[in-house]
């Protein structure tokens, strides 16, 4: 028998209470946090899509493991956990612990960025490009013309566009070029998967210019489920074998394991060669914390080690990946424009598709994540102008690639009927469409603006 239903492969043993508001209240607490659900308080929102970073929940063999967390300041039991775990899958020989995905790319980019390097990315997630930027170096985008197509069924929507990465390496000088980084699967390009195929073109071209090829690794089991299913070649291969090829082709990783180690908060650099990693070590214990614990408690570093293996469980995958094309596949099918296919770990709303009569300098995608938000306390992100938008010398918006909204789905933590729910909203957003309005921002800050900016709607 073969169900048509995927159901949750786990039970649940503890839960934790939604505070239910009405839609007279959303209306209030928006305002209060100007239009910017980053600055609503969590127990202002029903269904959290703000993000899949660091809100899994964790199993009962991670919180067995927090118990077993050793404390000690140096060589901990637990770190060698972690470490072993890491060394196994990456296969890499220099393991530096962080507190998150952020404090690695801080330290990595400090070593190897700075004035006139150039970054080569499919596309540089907002804080791995704002790491860089904040060195003094640039950060290229290169993903491929279909990435850039929200509407494109293209399998492999993520990939690198190989003759642009090369051409950029010429025009920029291999001497400048602090490193390319493929970030798998590329999530502000749509959560889309890079192919292994891609990947060894990636590193077949670092090779021949001597340039530093870095994987950003965060969601690299959800990439391995989608070669696994569409790369010929891999058809049945295990997902974390396939992990493990992706990582033998690169020259290290950062990796933030709120998202595919399963656990609330950490991170990591895994390196091949010895004196970046030494040299990265030393900033590590001046920023973050002793080499053998980063910024980390032994606790934290416990679940990471059993949540590096958990996520590459078969039955957990398909599930993971299975549920968020549910709720993107039924968002199409009511007619709502989103990236296709459905990407890993979210659904992408193509905002400016939907809210026509939103110009891009009125930001749509706003529009949407509030409304979102009204109808049914859903919060979610904007990923377009907001986001990535520049202004030119006169001050005039450099409008993202893209206008999109993401519904980022956490692991593990809802069910079915909170995405069916979701679903419903989405029904109710769309026949108040006409009446949304655009938003114009009222205060930003010089870097990643979107965390902390104000929005006032300008209606009409
Ligand atoms: N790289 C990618 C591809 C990411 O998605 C993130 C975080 C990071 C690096 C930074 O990791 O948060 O641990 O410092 N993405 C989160 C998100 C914030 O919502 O997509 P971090």
């Known amino acids: 028998m073969r169900h048509k239903t995927i159901i949750e492969p786990f039970r649940i043993k503890m839960v934790e209470t939604i505070q239910m508001t009405t839609q007279k209240q959303r209306e209030r607490y928006l305002k209060e946090a100007h239009y910017n659900p980053f600055l609503l308080e969590s127990n202002k929102v029903i269904i959290d899509f703000l993000t899949d970073s660091g809100t899994s929940a964790m199993s009962d063999e991670q919180w067995a493991g927090i118990m077993r967390g050793d404390e000690s300041y140096a060589g901990a039991r637990s770190w060698e956990k972690m470490k072993e775990a890491i060394h196994d899958l990456t296969g890499f020989p220099y393991i530096i612990p962080t507190h998150q995905g952020r404090a690695a790319e801080s330290i990595l980019f400090t070593l190897l960025g700075g004035e006139g390097k150039v970054f080569i990315s499919n596309t540089h997630f907002d804080t791995t490009r704002a790491n860089i930027e904040y060195s003094g170096a640039q950060a290229i985008d290169c993903v491929i013309p279909e990435g850039k197509v929200p509407s494109s069924t293209y399998p492999f929507k ?51 210019y001597g340039i530093i090829y870095l994987l950003d690794s965060c969601r690299i089991a959800e990439n391995s489920y989608f070669i696994a299913h569409r790369e010929e070649e891999y058809k049945g291969q295990s997902y974390r074998d396939i992990a493990k090829e992706m990582y033998s082709l690169a020259d290290g990783t950062i990796m933030s394991a709120k998202k595919d180690a399963l656990v609330n908060m950490g991170g990591f650099m895994a390196l091949k060669d010895k004196q970046i990693a030494d040299e990265c070590t030393n900033l590590l214990i001046i920023r973050e914390g002793f080499a053998t614990y980063g910024g980390l408690s032994g606790r934290d570093m416990e679940a990471i080690a059993r949540g590096l293996e958990e996520v590459f469980n078969k039955d957990y995958l398909h599930y993971r990946i299975r549920s968020t094309t549910y709720l993107g596949e039924n968002l199409f099918d009511m007619g709502i424009p989103i990236v296709r296919p459905v990407g890993g770990h979210a659904v992408y709303v193509d905002a400016k598709a939907f809210y026509t009569h939103i110009p891009v300098h009125r930001y749509p995608g706003q529009a949407l994540v509030c409304e979102l938000y009204l109808h049914g306390g859903i919060r979610s992100v904007e990923i377009g102008s907001v986001m990535f938008g520049k202004y030119d010398a006169n001050g005039n918006l450099i409008p993202a690639a893209m206008e999109l909204v993401r519904l980022a789905i956490p692991r593990r933590v809802y069910t079915q009927s909170h ?17 949304a309005s655009g938003f114009r921002i009222t205060y930003e800050p010089e870097f990643l603006r979107h965390f902390t900016a104000h929005f006032e709607q300008v209606v009409g």
């Open 419 to 435: 995405i069916d729910y979701v679903i419903e909203t989405f029904g109710f957003v769309k026949e108040h469409k006409e009446d």
């Open 158 to 208: 993520g990939n690198m566009d190989i003759e642009v990465l090369e051409n950029t390496i010429k025009e920029n000088g291999t001497q400048n070029i602090g490193a390319v980084i493929l970030t798998v699967t590329n999530n502000s390009g749509g959560g889309q998967p890079v192919s292994m195929e891609n990947a060894r073109a990636v590193q077949k071209l670092c090779k021949k």
